[in-house]
């Protein structure tokens, strides 16, 4: 009796780690570099710049921003998109404005400037690199 | 022997004069240094922190441009007068009037707007130290940087004042920016921009 037991045990926790190998672990972001190299071996992807924006993939997606951020910032205090998003430059620099949704408090109250909960942009907007997604993707976009 | 003074006195005084005219300018390069600048911590917690953060800190081409490059002119006699001005920091550093995050905060509108006025008065001649509209090579910039500095470089080109200046559309480039500034930008006589004619032919 002991003896299955012992044997039993032994079974079962070679099957976990045998499934566990074999189920594959999804390939990382960081590719086969090891952990303790850093940022040393992994390829720099310069942000894409897409004329005309991306198209968004469903309604009411945050559409996604067709440029760099690097040198724009947004604290309590400031925020530098709005040097060309904010409803008074938008037109002027050529930009899409912010939406209407963006003025609405939680409450649905139109407010004259841009609702704290819509203040921090890269919340929901992502400037996006070239990189091909990890796993396969039957992903259609919807109109 | 009044010749033998005459000339001594004549040696000894172009030596005292190497001496002190070097000394004077020695000292005065002395605080034309970024350690200098950031010997103060109103300097090095504040703005020297946010200098780092941007392209005049770390960029693709190695180039570094630190406090004095845009604060303090590189001619003489624009240097001297800057300096002399800045005897007024060195007042306010006395006073503590920026001593405190807090108060480095409710003071940032009044001088980041001074500073721009500088620069505006001088046609930003502390950027053009480097960065020139002749030199420019619209090609090789993005797009958008192309469209907005095509009008001045070809007035250059032409011969004729660019109509804008580097700090009418840079500013906060290499510190943060103060809140309110768009409105107070806006409302001053000397800083206000007029926007180009819309050209909305396209």
Redesign the interface.
């Known amino acids: 009796m002991k003896k299955m037991i012992q044997v039993l045990t032994v079974g079962m926790f070679v099957s976990i780690f045998s499934v566990a190998a074999s189920a594959g672990i999804q390939p990382s972001l960081r590719g086969d570099n090891p952990l303790d190299k850093g940022e040393q071996g992994i390829a720099v992807k310069k942000p894409l710049?897409v004329?005309g924006g991306i198209e968004r993939s469903f309604k009411k997606q945050p559409p996604m921003i067709p440029h760099g951020i690097e040198?724009d910032?947004i604290?309590l205090?400031?925020n530098?998109c709005m040097k060309c998003h904010s409803a008074?430059n938008a037109k002027?620099e050529k930009a899409p404005e912010i939406g209407e949704s963006h003025y609405l408090d939680r409450d649905g109250n139109k407010l004259a400037k841009p609702s704290s909960r819509r203040w921090f942009c890269n919340q929901c907007h992502a400037p996006q690199v070239d990189a091909q997604p990890l796993v396969e993707l039957d992903y259609q976009p919807q109109k | 022997m009044l010749k033998k003074i005459f000339s001594g006195t004549i040696i000894i005084g172009i030596l005292l004069g190497i001496a002190l005219w070097g000394g004077f300018n020695w000292t005065l390069e002395l605080t034309n240094t970024e350690k200098f600048c950031i010997s103060c911590h109103e300097m090095e917690d504040n703005v020297y922190q946010e200098l780092q953060?941007?392209?005049h800190w770390s960029n693709r081409t190695g180039v570094r441009a630190t406090c004095p490059d845009c604060h303090v002119p590189k001619e003489w006699i624009h240097k001297i007068v800057r300096k002399i001005r800045a005897s007024n920091e060195l007042f306010h550093k006395l006073m503590g009037t920026i001593d405190t995050p807090e108060k480095f905060?409710n003071y940032r509108l009044t001088m980041a707007m001074s500073e721009w006025k500088r620069m505006k008065s001088t046609n930003s001649r502390e950027c053009r130290n480097c960065h020139n509209f002749g030199s420019m090579n619209l090609e090789k910039q993005?797009?958008r940087s192309a469209e907005r500095h095509d009008p001045h470089v070809f007035e250059v080109l032409d011969g004729k004042e660019p109509s804008k200046t580097c700090i009418d559309c840079h500013k906060?480039?290499a510190h943060?920016?103060?809140?309110g500034?768009?409105e107070a930008v806006k409302n001053d006589p000397m800083l206000k921009v007029e926007?180009e004619p819309a050209e909305e032919q396209k």
């Open positions: 710049t004329k040198k910032r604290t205090k400031g530098t008074e002027k | 953060e941007t392209v905060e993005e797009e906060g480039i943060h920016l103060p809140e500034w768009e926007d």
